[in-house]
């Protein structure tokens, strides 16, 4: 079993910055993605960002250039680095993990999510 920790949410007003983290933390044998997810009240979940093993990371249209993902592999942890917001990022946000695991004698891969955090961007 794998856990998930968020923190860093809450309010902010328009233009200004959050930073978002997750840890993950159980019997991982190897972290293979990480990211963010959001669901705005009424609205369907939606990728934010996420980031891979290698380094390689993908942004949803609406954040690239102000939403930066970041990654630590020796702490199993990830970052979102979240600048200019807007009153339409406003929504919780869900860490989500692509993660083997350790089970006896063998690993199996399984994808994790957080509890969520939420995100307020108002004035």
């Known amino acids: 079993q794998v856990h998930l920790v968020e923190s860093g949410g809450g309010l902010v007003q328009p233009g200004g910055s959050l930073r978002l983290s997750c840890a993950a933390s159980?019997?991982?044998?190897?972290?293979?993605?990480m990211g963010w997810y959001r669901q705005a009240p009424g609205k369907q979940r939606e990728l934010v960002a996420v980031i891979v093993s290698g380094g390689r990371t993908n942004y949803a249209d609406s954040v690239k250039g102000r939403f930066t993902i970041s990654r630590d592999n020796a702490k199993n942890t990830v970052s979102l680095q979240m600048n200019s917001l807007k009153p339409e990022d406003t929504a919780v946000y869900s860490c989500?993990?692509?993660?083997?695991?350790?089970?006896?004698?063998?690993?199996?891969?399984?994808?994790?999510w957080g509890q969520g955090i939420q995100v307020t961007v108002s004035s």
């Open positions: 989500n993990a692509d993660v083997t695991t350790i089970q006896g004698t063998g690993v199996i891969r399984g994808d994790y």
């Open positions: 159980g019997r991982i044998f190897s972290i293979n993605a």
